[in-house]
């Protein structure tokens, strides 16, 4: 399924089903287009026994949302909410990402897109992952000012998702977890350990993935970089795990691969 465009952003939604993100492709399998630009998009597959991800099929979003850039996704446990990151609309600087969260339609598919209420115009807020309790919403952000300011390019935040679509503020997951460099593509597993990517110093390159175990009290352990093979010289990043913590995929653009940010299939032994 690798080419030689990226594949990145995955998502486990189920042990037998998996998001991710890469362009979109016409049926000669050329770029497709929308003013000139390529549109990036989401993807879902099912996975085999053997890990091999089958079935790939566009995500649908209504045409109507001019939703065009979309680098990462993640659905709620229900099903019923399609939570993504993509460039920021009018009143957002215009480097900015933010996360959007829709619904679906039959005969429309996901539509109805609204901001998260807690993005600021003047930062950047990406990748959402969802607690397998549907109640935490965790992403990444450059949040400054306050006791939650970012620490470096980008650090790992949650909100509490409550009733009527409402949410708290964002928390910042503090020195544990961040860093003075950048951390990105958190996905937070069944057993409560939070994965993520990130590129500060002492890794093996680039960015390196790492993980990092919920305490009893809801706080975070301080993070651990993952061994090799998992991590290599290039950027290493998206990792997600099933419920038993046994096999998962990552992106990586390693020596070897197809081009650029290939997934990956592993079987913890």
Not at 82 to 91: F, P, Q, R, V
Not at 115 to 124: I, Q
Not at 247 to 269: A, C, E
Request: aromatic letters at 12%; charged letters at 25%; proline letters at 4%.
């Amino acid at each position: 399924m690798n080419t030689k465009y990226p594949h990145l952003g995955l998502m486990l939604v189920s042990d037998s089903r998996i998001i991710f993100t890469s362009y979109l492709l016409d049926d000669r399998g050329r770029l497709k287009k929308d003013q000139g630009s390529p549109v990036l998009s989401i993807y879902e597959g099912q996975l085999s026994e053997n890990g091999a991800i089958q079935d790939i099929k566009n995500i649908e979003i209504a045409s109507n949302e001019k939703i065009k850039y979309i680098t990462s996704a993640t659905l709620s446990p229900d099903n019923k909410k399609l939570y993504l990151t993509t460039k920021a609309n009018s009143g957002f600087n215009e480097d900015n990402f933010e996360i959007k969260v829709g619904e679906f339609k039959k005969g429309e598919g996901w539509t109805h897109f609204k901001t998260l209420p807690f993005c600021n115009s003047k930062y950047s807020y990406a990748h959402p992952a969802i607690s397998k309790d549907g109640k935490t919403l965790y992403f990444t952000s450059n949040i400054r000012g306050g006791k939650e300011t970012t620490k470096g390019g980008s650090d790992i935040f949650k909100v509490n998702i409550l009733d009527n679509n409402t949410f708290s503020e964002p928390i910042n997951l503090g020195s544990k977890v961040n860093s003075y460099s950048k951390e990105m593509f958190p996905f937070i597993a069944e057993d409560n350990t939070l994965y993520f990517a990130s590129n500060r110093p002492n890794g093996y390159g680039g960015f390196d993935i790492y993980k990092s175990k919920m305490t009893v009290n809801g706080d975070f352990e301080k993070a651990e970089k993952l061994p090799k093979p998992i991590n290599s010289p290039q950027d290493d990043f998206s990792l997600v795990i099933d419920r038993v913590n046994k096999t998962g995929y990552f992106s990586s653009k390693r020596d070897g691969g197809k081009g650029d940010d290939d997934i990956y299939y592993f079987l913890k032994k």
